[in-house]
């Protein structure tokens, strides 16, 4: 992945935010897939997930 791994993304009125696609192509993310979202601090991270 590029040097550049930060993208500006908008909420929408009902929370949901977008995953750009060159991130969930580096990740290898499809529709369908779990992400663990975490509060650390004043920062959210997305974590991906696989569940079996």
Do not use: A, N
Request: aromatic share 6%; charged share 30%.
């Amino acid at each position: 992945m590029s040097s550049e791994s930060e993208e500006l993304v908008k909420i929408t009125s009902g929370g949901t935010v977008s995953i750009p696609k060159q991130f969930r192509k580096y990740l290898e993310m499809q529709k369908g897939d779990y992400v663990k979202v975490v509060l650390e601090g004043d920062h959210l991270v997305i974590r991906k997930v696989t569940i079996s």
